[in-house]
């Protein structure tokens, strides 16, 4: 099988940047001539094996950082972008889209922030439209995006937040429980925690410097409550800190992110990254088994796994996903080269789907998406109740899966051909973009395709794509 060329051109540029060089001393630096290095950084030559060596000694480069799946990402965005019906009749060749987010990705992303302004006035407008009465009215924009696309760029990893919280949890010097540490934590700032028969599962009145967790939460719930406070207290300055990089455009997308970063700390306080990076390659990626180890839940195991990017210590690049029973995905993030839709639901073929018929197992599947990239997923339900009789059943299903390259590591994928091409699944991403012509499931058109409408004719679907 050949080896897939490496451009990292824009990476390139970036580093030599960053190190106040000239392209001449950048070079002599990396062992290669002046006009090589300006093709490399043009993405007009790939960059060779001496190049990487060269960055990771000279440098102290991690290397999988060429490869980080930014570009990706971006290209996956102004896909979606384009398919608005702003655009219509503008359709642009996938391999210049590639072409500008290998090349120019701060133009890509200015483009991204331009479509989501513009996008956001448009829901403003027809916010108004809806006060006064209007019937083709939309709904009201939120800042719940603004936040998703901060983590999504991220990599869903805050290198500060984990390590404090990584430290944090090192600090049981003297042998207690983790809870018992954030209890005495919260304790040496004045509040007391109070475990309470109550609904909601956490409630803290700063008046009184009372924190009221519920009892009939389960145990690693609780936990995860209490460090979210532990964050939101003792790690304050620091939470402030990293909102201040971010610049949030408001108010409320800087409270939300807030609560984000507070949630990030208190899984990675359950989850210590190094302890937990071993434990999860010792296990081969049992979620049941970190569950226990770690008195985490198995959606938060599954959230941790998708957050192991630190530079210089990566896990596997999973991706994880959660969708309510009526597809709309929740929560998402993607460290792989498969992108989430930004909006609607998740593609139907999806074993994700399939986790509601199946309660309390999981459900593996081997896919392929649009682009050739091949994928273990596994999939389960999540159900939430309320600790009483009559109370309502939140119910998901969460999705962790990885390349398929990585199914040596897993434990899930033992048994399965991943040899044979005709075992795994086709998927999409969304409907609007995925350019399979003969899907059984779609739902509308693909915006980039013609089609052709015969009234003689009526198969899967009424219309056939060119």
Known sequence: MATQKLYAGAKLRELRTKNGSTQKDFAAKLGVSLPYLNQMENNNRPVS?????ALASEFGMDVTELSSGDSQRLVSDMREILADPLFEGDTLPLADLQLAASNAPGLARAFIKLHQSHRQTHERLAYLDEA?????????????????DFFHYCDNYIDAVDRAAEHFARANSDGKTLKATAIAALTAVGIKVSFDDMAALRRYDPNAGILHISSRAPQETQLFQLLFQTAMTRQNSLLEATLDLARFHSGAARDIAKIGLANYFAGAALMPYQTFLTSAQDCRHDLEILAGQFGASIEQVAHRLSTMQRPGSKGIPFFFVRVDQAGTI???????????????GAC??????????????????????PDGVRYISLARDISKPAGRFGAPVRRYAISL????????????ADGMDTSRSSAFEPIGISCRICERKGCHQRSVPPLERQLVVDPDLRDVLPYQVE
């Open 132 to 148: 006064l009465g209007r019937e083709d009215a939309r709904a009201s924009p939120s800042p719940w995006e603004e936040v998703r």
């Open 348 to 369: 139907p073929l999806w074993n994700v789907h399939s986790a509601f018929e199946t309660p309390g197992r999981f459900l593996r599947q081997l896919a392929e998406t």
């Open 49 to 53: 094996t001496t190049v990487v060596l």
């Open 401 to 412: 899966g990885c390349e398929v390259r990585h199914a040596a590591a897993l434990v899930y």
């Open 330 to 344: 929740t929560k998402r993030h993607s460290a792989t080269r498969l992108q989430f839709a930004r909006f609607g």
